[in-house]
Protein backbone atom coordinates (compact mmCIF):
# COMPACT_ATOMS: atom_id res chain seq x y z
CA UNK A 1 0.00 0.00 0.00
CA UNK A 2 1.26 3.68 -0.45
CA UNK A 3 1.99 5.21 2.31
CA UNK A 4 1.91 9.03 3.78
CA UNK A 5 3.86 11.82 4.88
CA UNK A 6 2.10 13.11 8.08
CA UNK A 7 4.14 15.43 9.26
CA UNK A 8 3.48 18.81 10.61
CA UNK A 9 0.34 20.11 12.33
CA UNK A 10 -3.55 19.29 11.62
CA UNK A 11 -6.22 21.31 12.66
CA UNK A 12 -9.22 18.94 13.40
CA UNK A 13 -12.05 21.24 11.71
CA UNK A 14 -15.48 21.68 13.74
CA UNK A 15 -18.71 20.98 11.47
CA UNK A 16 -20.45 24.08 10.72
CA UNK A 17 -23.94 24.06 11.58
CA UNK A 18 -26.59 27.04 11.60
CA UNK A 19 -28.94 28.37 14.31
CA UNK A 20 -31.27 25.57 13.79
CA UNK A 21 -28.14 22.51 13.51
CA UNK A 22 -28.47 22.45 9.52
CA UNK A 23 -24.84 21.74 7.77
CA UNK A 24 -23.71 24.85 6.36
CA UNK A 25 -20.77 23.53 3.83
CA UNK A 26 -19.97 26.98 2.38
CA UNK A 27 -18.83 27.59 6.45
CA UNK A 28 -16.40 24.77 5.89
CA UNK A 29 -14.82 25.74 2.85
CA UNK A 30 -14.37 29.07 4.37
CA UNK A 31 -12.40 28.07 7.44
CA UNK A 32 -9.90 25.82 4.77
CA UNK A 33 -9.54 28.99 3.27
CA UNK A 34 -8.89 31.47 5.96
CA UNK A 35 -6.32 28.65 7.94
CA UNK A 36 -4.57 27.41 4.64
CA UNK A 37 -2.89 30.92 5.35
CA UNK A 38 -0.57 28.93 7.78
CA UNK A 39 1.50 26.19 6.68
CA UNK A 40 -0.45 23.45 7.95
CA UNK A 41 -0.14 19.94 6.73
CA UNK A 42 -3.38 19.55 6.27
CA UNK A 43 -6.92 19.33 7.94
CA UNK A 44 -9.33 16.54 9.93
CA UNK A 45 -13.01 16.44 9.11
CA UNK A 46 -15.36 14.66 10.97
CA UNK A 47 -13.31 13.98 14.24
CA UNK A 48 -13.98 14.94 17.75
CA UNK A 49 -14.21 18.45 17.23
CA UNK A 50 -16.54 18.07 14.39
CA UNK A 51 -18.88 16.16 16.05
CA UNK A 52 -18.69 13.48 13.63
CA UNK A 53 -21.10 11.35 16.10
CA UNK A 54 -24.06 13.64 15.67
CA UNK A 55 -24.14 14.00 11.94
CA UNK A 56 -26.11 11.56 9.36
CA UNK A 57 -24.10 9.45 6.99
CA UNK A 58 -24.93 11.70 4.60
CA UNK A 59 -24.40 14.65 6.73
CA UNK A 60 -20.42 12.81 6.81
CA UNK A 61 -19.94 12.58 3.22
CA UNK A 62 -21.57 16.44 2.43
CA UNK A 63 -18.86 17.39 4.94
CA UNK A 64 -16.15 15.40 3.63
CA UNK A 65 -16.97 16.80 0.02
CA UNK A 66 -17.01 20.53 1.22
CA UNK A 67 -13.57 20.48 2.64
CA UNK A 68 -11.95 18.72 -0.14
CA UNK A 69 -13.03 21.53 -2.67
CA UNK A 70 -11.51 23.86 -0.47
CA UNK A 71 -8.62 21.99 0.10
CA UNK A 72 -5.58 23.81 -1.61
CA UNK A 73 -2.91 21.87 -3.57
CA UNK A 74 0.09 19.84 -1.61
CA UNK A 75 -2.54 20.05 1.65
CA UNK A 76 -3.57 16.22 3.02
CA UNK A 77 -7.25 16.11 3.93
CA UNK A 78 -7.95 13.04 6.37
CA UNK A 79 -11.58 12.28 7.34
CA UNK A 80 -12.91 10.40 10.70
CA UNK A 81 -14.95 7.13 9.59
CA UNK A 82 -15.15 5.51 12.85
CA UNK A 83 -18.29 3.83 13.41
CA UNK A 84 -19.94 1.31 16.23
CA UNK A 85 -20.04 -1.64 13.56
CA UNK A 86 -16.96 -2.31 11.16
CA UNK A 87 -19.19 -3.34 8.47
CA UNK A 88 -20.94 0.80 8.57
CA UNK A 89 -16.85 1.92 9.26
CA UNK A 90 -15.86 0.01 5.92
CA UNK A 91 -18.68 1.68 4.10
CA UNK A 92 -18.06 5.09 5.25
CA UNK A 93 -14.41 4.71 4.50
CA UNK A 94 -15.22 3.82 0.81
CA UNK A 95 -17.71 6.25 0.41
CA UNK A 96 -15.39 9.45 1.65
CA UNK A 97 -12.46 7.77 0.40
CA UNK A 98 -14.55 8.33 -3.28
CA UNK A 99 -15.04 12.16 -1.70
CA UNK A 100 -11.37 12.85 -1.74
CA UNK A 101 -10.15 11.73 1.54
CA UNK A 102 -6.19 11.01 1.56
CA UNK A 103 -6.65 8.94 4.82
CA UNK A 104 -8.95 7.73 7.25
CA UNK A 105 -8.71 8.23 10.82
CA UNK A 106 -11.06 5.42 13.21
CA UNK A 107 -11.78 5.66 16.52
CA UNK A 108 -12.57 2.16 18.28
CA UNK A 109 -15.74 0.60 18.82
CA UNK A 110 -16.81 1.26 22.08
CA UNK A 111 -20.52 0.53 22.99
CA UNK A 112 -19.79 -3.19 23.87
CA UNK A 113 -17.31 -1.97 26.27
CA UNK A 114 -16.99 -5.39 27.49
CA UNK A 115 -16.14 -7.79 24.64
CA UNK A 116 -13.38 -4.90 23.13
CA UNK A 117 -10.50 -6.90 23.87
CA UNK A 118 -7.16 -7.48 22.10
CA UNK A 119 -8.57 -10.04 19.41
CA UNK A 120 -11.42 -7.91 18.65
CA UNK A 121 -10.07 -4.60 18.14
CA UNK A 122 -7.12 -5.82 16.29
CA UNK A 123 -9.44 -7.39 14.09
CA UNK A 124 -11.41 -4.35 13.64
CA UNK A 125 -8.72 -2.45 11.92
CA UNK A 126 -6.99 -5.08 9.85
CA UNK A 127 -10.91 -5.75 8.38
CA UNK A 128 -11.15 -1.85 7.81
CA UNK A 129 -7.88 -1.76 6.66
CA UNK A 130 -7.92 -4.59 3.96
CA UNK A 131 -11.16 -2.62 2.23
CA UNK A 132 -10.08 0.57 2.42
CA UNK A 133 -8.97 2.74 -0.57
CA UNK A 134 -6.31 4.40 1.37
CA UNK A 135 -4.61 4.45 4.22
CA UNK A 136 -6.13 4.67 7.60
CA UNK A 137 -5.10 5.95 10.91
CA UNK A 138 -5.94 4.45 14.38
CA UNK A 139 -7.73 6.83 16.66
CA UNK A 140 -7.30 6.40 20.33
CA UNK A 141 -9.36 8.69 22.25
CA UNK A 142 -9.96 7.47 25.72
CA UNK A 143 -11.75 10.20 27.42
CA UNK A 144 -14.69 9.95 24.90
CA UNK A 145 -14.59 5.98 24.41
CA UNK A 146 -13.82 5.09 27.86
CA UNK A 147 -11.23 2.20 26.11
CA UNK A 148 -7.29 2.94 25.86
CA UNK A 149 -5.99 0.90 23.66
CA UNK A 150 -2.96 -0.39 24.91
CA UNK A 151 0.69 -0.43 23.15
CA UNK A 152 0.37 -4.10 22.31
CA UNK A 153 -3.25 -3.45 20.59
CA UNK A 154 -1.69 -0.71 18.43
CA UNK A 155 1.44 -2.59 17.76
CA UNK A 156 -0.59 -5.26 16.16
CA UNK A 157 -2.52 -3.52 14.51
CA UNK A 158 0.46 -1.11 13.12
CA UNK A 159 1.66 -4.94 11.62
CA UNK A 160 -1.46 -3.90 8.56
CA UNK A 161 0.47 -2.49 5.70
CA UNK A 162 -2.66 -0.38 4.85
CA UNK A 163 -2.44 0.99 8.44
CA UNK A 164 0.17 4.13 8.88
CA UNK A 165 -0.19 5.70 11.61
CA UNK A 166 -1.48 6.66 14.91
CA UNK A 167 -3.23 9.61 17.03
CA UNK A 168 -2.76 9.56 20.19
CA UNK A 169 -5.65 11.79 22.27
CA UNK A 170 -4.60 9.82 25.52
CA UNK A 171 -1.22 12.32 26.45
CA UNK A 172 0.46 8.81 27.71
CA UNK A 173 3.96 9.99 26.06
CA UNK A 174 5.62 6.93 27.42
CA UNK A 175 3.56 4.83 25.14
CA UNK A 176 3.80 6.60 22.23
CA UNK A 177 7.66 6.08 22.49
CA UNK A 178 7.01 2.47 23.64
CA UNK A 179 4.64 2.17 20.01
CA UNK A 180 7.38 3.78 17.93
CA UNK A 181 10.09 1.59 19.59
CA UNK A 182 8.29 -1.74 18.17
CA UNK A 183 6.50 -0.71 14.84
CA UNK A 184 7.54 -0.97 11.55
CA UNK A 185 9.49 2.08 10.23
CA UNK A 186 7.68 4.86 8.46
CA UNK A 187 4.31 4.09 10.75
CA UNK A 188 3.80 7.43 12.42
CA UNK A 189 2.51 8.53 15.70
CA UNK A 190 0.43 12.08 15.90
CA UNK A 191 -0.44 13.54 19.40
CA UNK A 192 -3.97 14.01 19.54
CA UNK A 193 -3.57 17.36 21.85
CA UNK A 194 -1.30 20.70 21.98
CA UNK A 195 -1.04 20.55 26.03
CA UNK A 196 1.58 17.61 24.92
CA UNK A 197 2.80 18.47 21.52
CA UNK A 198 6.09 19.08 22.75
CA UNK A 199 6.80 15.90 24.68
CA UNK A 200 5.20 13.70 21.90
CA UNK A 201 7.79 15.33 19.27
CA UNK A 202 10.61 14.05 21.65
CA UNK A 203 9.58 10.42 21.48
CA UNK A 204 9.27 10.78 17.71
CA UNK A 205 6.04 11.36 16.83
CA UNK A 206 5.46 13.21 13.60
CA UNK A 207 3.32 16.37 14.25
CA UNK A 208 0.09 16.40 15.78
CA UNK A 209 -4.37 17.12 15.30
CA UNK A 210 -4.67 19.47 17.47
CA UNK A 211 -7.92 21.07 18.33
CA UNK A 212 -5.96 24.66 19.20
CA UNK A 213 -4.92 24.99 15.91
CA UNK A 214 -8.02 25.85 14.66
CA UNK A 215 -7.27 29.35 17.11
CA UNK A 216 -3.23 29.03 17.20
CA UNK A 217 -2.24 27.53 13.95
CA UNK A 218 0.43 29.73 14.05
CA UNK A 219 1.57 29.10 17.23
CA UNK A 220 1.29 25.56 16.85
CA UNK A 221 3.49 25.60 13.83
CA UNK A 222 6.02 27.69 15.94
CA UNK A 223 6.43 24.82 18.70
CA UNK A 224 6.87 22.21 15.81
CA UNK A 225 9.18 24.28 14.09
CA UNK A 226 11.46 25.01 17.14
CA UNK A 227 11.37 21.70 17.95
CA UNK A 228 12.48 20.84 14.19
CA UNK A 229 15.21 23.48 14.50
CA UNK A 230 16.41 22.11 18.16
CA UNK A 231 15.64 25.53 19.98
CA UNK A 232 14.22 23.65 22.78
CA UNK A 233 14.21 26.26 24.93
CA UNK A 234 11.63 28.25 22.78
CA UNK A 235 9.77 25.07 22.19
CA UNK A 236 9.20 24.52 25.60
CA UNK A 237 8.07 28.48 26.34
CA UNK A 238 5.57 28.17 23.64
CA UNK A 239 4.57 24.86 24.93
CA UNK A 240 3.75 25.89 28.42
CA UNK A 241 1.88 29.09 26.96
CA UNK A 242 -1.28 27.03 25.05
CA UNK A 243 -1.44 24.94 27.55
CA UNK A 244 -4.16 26.72 29.38
CA UNK A 245 -6.15 27.17 26.13
CA UNK A 246 -5.71 23.98 24.90
CA UNK A 247 -7.62 22.68 27.99
CA UNK A 248 -10.11 25.19 27.64
CA UNK A 249 -11.04 24.23 24.39
CA UNK A 250 -10.92 20.34 24.61
CA UNK A 251 -10.96 18.75 28.11
CA UNK A 252 -12.87 21.44 30.03
CA UNK A 253 -15.71 23.02 27.42
CA UNK A 254 -14.81 20.97 24.22
CA UNK A 255 -16.62 21.70 21.22
CA UNK A 256 -18.50 24.79 22.44
CA UNK A 257 -15.54 26.41 23.81
CA UNK A 258 -13.97 25.89 20.32
CA UNK A 259 -16.20 27.19 18.33
CA UNK A 260 -17.18 29.97 20.33
CA UNK A 261 -13.31 30.92 20.20
CA UNK A 262 -13.37 30.65 16.57
CA UNK A 263 -16.61 32.85 15.88
CA UNK A 264 -14.13 35.28 18.42
CA UNK A 265 -11.61 35.39 15.30
CA UNK A 266 -13.36 36.12 12.70
CA UNK A 267 -13.78 32.51 11.79
CA UNK A 268 -17.16 30.04 11.32
CA UNK A 269 -17.32 28.12 14.60
CA UNK A 270 -20.96 28.55 14.95
CA UNK A 271 -23.80 27.00 16.34
CA UNK A 272 -23.30 23.30 18.20
CA UNK A 273 -25.54 20.45 17.45
CA UNK A 274 -28.06 19.71 20.87
CA UNK A 275 -27.50 17.98 23.32
CA UNK A 276 -24.21 19.51 23.41
CA UNK A 277 -25.51 23.80 24.47
CA UNK A 278 -23.67 26.74 23.44
CA UNK A 279 -21.25 28.85 26.37
CA UNK A 280 -23.32 30.53 28.96
CA UNK A 281 -21.95 33.84 29.61
CA UNK A 282 -19.54 33.28 32.66
CA UNK A 283 -17.84 30.45 30.74
CA UNK A 284 -17.39 32.90 27.72
CA UNK A 285 -15.92 35.18 29.29
CA UNK A 286 -13.31 32.96 31.14
CA UNK A 287 -12.36 31.78 27.26
CA UNK A 288 -12.17 35.00 25.92
CA UNK A 289 -9.56 36.32 29.11
CA UNK A 290 -7.80 32.98 27.75
CA UNK A 291 -7.81 33.88 24.74
CA UNK A 292 -6.25 37.41 25.38
CA UNK A 293 -3.32 36.14 27.72
CA UNK A 294 -0.11 37.41 27.27
CA UNK A 295 2.46 35.53 24.74
CA UNK A 296 -0.65 33.88 22.49
CA UNK A 297 -1.33 37.03 19.89
CA UNK A 298 -4.38 35.05 19.01
CA UNK A 299 -5.99 38.31 17.59
CA UNK A 300 -3.31 38.72 15.36
CA UNK A 301 -2.97 34.62 14.23
CA UNK A 302 -5.90 34.33 12.02
CA UNK A 303 -5.19 36.30 8.73
Known amino acids: MATLSL???????????????????????????????????????????????MLSTTERI??????REALPEGRLLLAGTGCPSTRETISLTRAVAGEGAHAVLVINPSYYRGNMNHDELVRHYHDVADASPVP??????????GIDMTARMIIAMAEHPNIIGLKESGGNVAKMGEILGNVRPGFQVL???????????????AGGILAAANIAPG?????????????????RELQQRI?????AVTARWGAPALKAAMDELGLYGGHVRRPLLPLDDKTTKELLDLMRSDGLDLYRQIK
Open 243 to 247: IPLNA
Open 191 to 205: AGGAGFLLPALSVGA
Open 62 to 67: EAVAAA
Open 219 to 235: HCLDIFNAFAAGDIARA
Open 7 to 53: KGIFPPLPTSFDRDENLVADRIRFNIEKLSAYNLAGFLILGSNGEQV
Open 136 to 145: VLVYNMPANT
